[in-house]
């Protein structure tokens, strides 16, 4: 048997909410493809209802693997596994929190073929939006120490001037600093050329710090408009910044700041020198 053309790389961690909307969507997804997609599905030791409907779905579709992992790894070490795991030509990393429209993989198979061509593609991310359709603001320049203080004072306008990303607002496909991992798009000799996700970071900032790896070793990050995905995204460490998930979140930017010496400017990515 041929390799999957894509490997779909998800975690849950007590999903239950979210997980029959997203598996229905992803499989009708598949099933629409004309080409051979896997699901890897890594449980972080969830103790809700989401082993029991992972293994019903995993029963009736040969396609749906399941790994249960026993206790939370965090999303590093989790998604590497099942990056490791996977076959497909390109692995899809997306959040078990989300919905996928018809189309999805179709589309998202087009723009990579397009930009492949060019021999500096890192990553395609997908337009995200809310369940309610609002958009959410997915892609941005790199953060900085300031940039995190304005989001924490609440200082929008001040935080937009320095991170946001007018060709991403406007809906343009454009090059941007990183995007949230919730829906990456990579293919697997990007992975062979830069290496999985740091696993010195539990939780976040990994999509920053993968993305400043893709810049530096000259791969771009393209944000992709023309595909969306409905993100029903919980913003843990924006509920509670001071709890143990935004400490780890805290040590996760501090480590990124030191390792590219982004504290106060941004050295990579097409922002770089603006």
């Not at 790994?67 to 099942?82: A, D, E, M, P, Y």
């Not at 991310?125 to 609440?154: H, I, M, W």
Request: net charge neutral.
């Amino acid at each position: 048997m041929s390799a999957p053309r894509v490997s779909v790389v998800s975690l849950t961690w007590n999903s239950e909410r979210f997980i029959e909307p997203f598996l229905r969507t992803l499989i009708a997804d598949i099933h629409r493809s004309d080409f051979q997609v896997e699901v890897i599905i890594l449980d972080n030791g969830s103790t809700d209802g989401t082993a029991a409907a992972l293994r019903r779905v995993a029963a009736g579709d040969p396609r749906v693997q399941v790994v249960f992992l026993g206790k939370n790894f965090g999303t590093t070490v989790s998604r590497n596994i099942g990056i490791r795991m996977s076959a497909g030509e390109t692995v899809f990393i997306l959040d078990s929190d989300t919905e996928i429209p018809l189309g999805t993989l179709a589309g998202l198979v087009c723009c990579q073929d397009s930009h492949e061509s060019a021999g500096s593609l890192g990553l395609i991310c997908p337009r995200l939006t809310y369940p309610d359709g609002e958009f959410q603001e997915s892609a941005r320049r790199f953060p900085t120490l300031l940039t995190k203080a304005y989001r924490l004072l609440r200082l929008e306008d001040r935080r937009r001037s320095d991170e946001t990303v007018d060709g991403v607002i406007a809906g343009h496909t454009v090059a941007v600093d990183y995007a949230i991992s919730a829906a990456w798009f990579v293919p697997r000799a990007v992975f062979d050329q830069v290496g999985l996700l740091d696993e010195e970071i539990f939780y976040a900032p990994e999509d920053v710090e993968f993305c400043a790896r893709l810049w530096a070793n000259n791969l771009q990050v393209w944000y992709y408009p023309e595909v969306t995905v409905v993100h029903n995204c919980q913003r843990l460490t924006n509920k509670r910044p001071f709890s143990k998930l935004g400490a780890s979140h805290l040590k996760g930017l501090v480590y990124y700041w030191w390792k590219y010496r982004g504290f106060f400017t941004r050295r990579l990515g097409p922002s770089a020198g603006t």
